[in-house]
C-alpha cells in the first residue's frame, strides 16, 4: 500500500468534506432528498434526466448526472460531467436551468 507522507489540498478537502448524499432507484426512477431533480427510465431501458433534455443515457450516466444536481460543489463534478460527455461547465449549466426546461 502506497500511503502518502504529505497531505495536498485536494485530499484534505475531500476528507473534510461531507459525504454525497444517496441516490434512490425503484420503479425506473432515480431520486434523491436533496434534489428536485430526477430520471426516469424509458422502454428502451435509457434513462432521461429532466435537466439533461434530448438524451437517452445509461443508467451509469444517469446517476452520474443526479450526483452532480446532488453535489454540484464537489470535486468529482468534472469526472461525472465526462461520463457525460460534458465539461464541468457545460453539466453546471443544463443543472443551473429550471427544473422541466
Known sequence: MNIPTTRRRDIWRRAAA???PVVYVADGHMVSEVTAHHADVTV?????????PGRHLTREQAMAA?????????????RWSATLGLTSAEALGYLAMSVGV
Open 18 to 20: 461531507p459525504t454525497i
Open 44 to 52: 428502451t431501458g435509457r434513462w432521461v434526466v429532466d435537466y439533461l
Open 66 to 78: 443526479l450526483q452532480i444536481a446532488i453535489a454540484p460543489d464537489k470535486p468529482e463534478v468534472e
